[in-house]
């Protein structure tokens, strides 16, 4: 019987953990790795100079719901 086929294979799975790590670690980095240096660069830039924990929810929300 075959498997069902995801859309997510285990690299891109792998490159969504090492930028979850490094949202962590620098939330600016992780998003700019998921979506370059745009908008939402910056608003995560403001959030983690304004509070480190709202840059981190930032980017882990980004970097869970973009693909790209």
Same mark, same amino acid.
């Given at each position: 019987m075959n498997q069902p086929h995801t859309t997510?294979?285990?690299n891109e799975g792998s490159k969504d953990v090492l930028r979850i790590i490094l949202a962590i670690l620098l939330p600016p980095l992780g998003v700019a790795l998921q979506v370059g240096? %745009? $908008?939402h660069f910056w608003i995560n830039l403001v959030l983690t100079l $304004? %509070?480190?924990v709202p840059g981190?929810?930032?980017a882990i929300y980004i970097i869970l719901t973009r693909r790209g």
């Open positions: 997510t294979t285990a240096l %745009g $908008l $304004l %509070g480190y981190i929810i930032h």
